[in-house]
């Protein structure tokens, strides 16, 4: 746990880039692949749905694999939801999947401030959604900010001080919808003027697929600008930081080299995987399109267009 925790506050990849080229997925290396893994680790965005809707085959796919015996695990950088949420999402998506089996970057967030023994005295100031708030609640912290401060405006007057509390110990910082000035002021001024105040990023993706037909901006802007305006680098908890992997790892006694990280994403879900030492799937349905793909770094051991061509090749 404490090289997690080290990996985490580094967020760097201590690995160098994988340099052979991937392999386009077949019948011959799928089936290879199938029977050299215990568990497949997925991510969410671009590679289960997009946005509210299924990517095609997903249910059928994932019902072969856990009929073949295969452990699923759901790891996701998009903090707007907790384990909770995504439970529910899957629900209504028509996915049979429990929160045991959901490793989000807002519940990582607040499994760093339980592990490092973060004072319950202390508060923590959000900005992002409302999963990264039930989470930090969930796991015993006073958390407020987020989506109440969305419609907060800070005002420039003359003689007029910004007040901001003085007992936020921690300023958490995910995807927000709702980002503002009085948000970015009021995470400045706490990571600024508060004594020992840490800095935590969720995740910086650039940009996710919050709808179904085009990509957003990501938590990295967000993090981003709380970087410019307090010339502090985060603590990044989410992927490629392996410290959601130190908590899988524990509960589920499973080894890393009979782990495949399915994803969509080179510089953080396959990253995840190299670091922690999976076998590692990219799929084309997401952000990382072939020509990214083509160039020579930080290449997966495999590629294919979906999820679902494992259930035809298999």
Avoid at 127 to 132: F, L, P
Wanted: proline share 4%; net charge negative.
């Amino acid at each position: 746990m404490e090289q997690g925790l080290k990996e985490a506050m580094e967020a760097t990849n201590p690995n160098p880039s994988s340099s052979a080229a991937a392999e386009l997925l077949n019948g011959v290396n799928a089936k290879a692949l199938l029977d050299s893994v215990d568990a497949f680790l997925f991510d969410c965005d671009g590679v289960i749905w997009k946005g509210d809707k299924l990517i095609d085959g997903i249910p059928e796919t994932l019902e072969m694999l856990r009929s073949k015996g295969k452990k699923l695990v759901f790891v996701t950088n998009n903090s707007t939801k907790s384990r909770i949420q995504y439970a529910n999402k899957f629900r209504t998506l028509g996915l049979s999947v429990s929160q045991d089996e959901i490793f989000s970057s807002s519940f990582a967030a607040a499994m760093y401030l339980k592990v490092n023994q973060f004072p319950p005295q202390k508060k923590v100031y959000v900005i992002g959604g409302e999963g990264i708030v039930q989470e930090l609640q969930h796991a015993g912290f006073t958390a407020f900010g987020g989506p109440e401060d969305g419609e907060k405006r800070a005002q420039w007057k003359s003689n007029c001080l910004f007040e901001h509390d003085k007992d936020v110990g921690a300023v958490v910082v995910g995807l927000d919808p709702d980002i503002n000035y009085y948000k970015l002021q009021y995470g400045t001024l706490c990571i600024r003027e508060n004594p020992g105040c840490l800095f935590i990023a969720t995740n910086r993706d650039s940009v996710g697929h919050m709808t179904d037909l085009q990509e957003w901006p990501g938590a990295g802007c967000m993090v981003g600008a709380i970087c410019g305006s307090t010339e502090r680098e985060p603590i990044v908890v989410g992927k490629p930081s392996t410290f959601m992997m130190d908590f899988l790892l524990q509960k589920f006694n499973l080894s890393t080299c009979r782990m495949c990280m399915v994803g969509d994403r080179l510089d953080t879900d396959i990253l995840f995987g190299q670091n922690a030492g999976c076998k590692t799937l990219l799929v084309l349905s997401g952000v990382t399109t072939k020509s990214i793909l083509d160039d020579p770094s930080n290449q997966p051991d495999y590629y294919t267009n979906k999820v679902s061509d494992l259930l035809s090749l298999i």
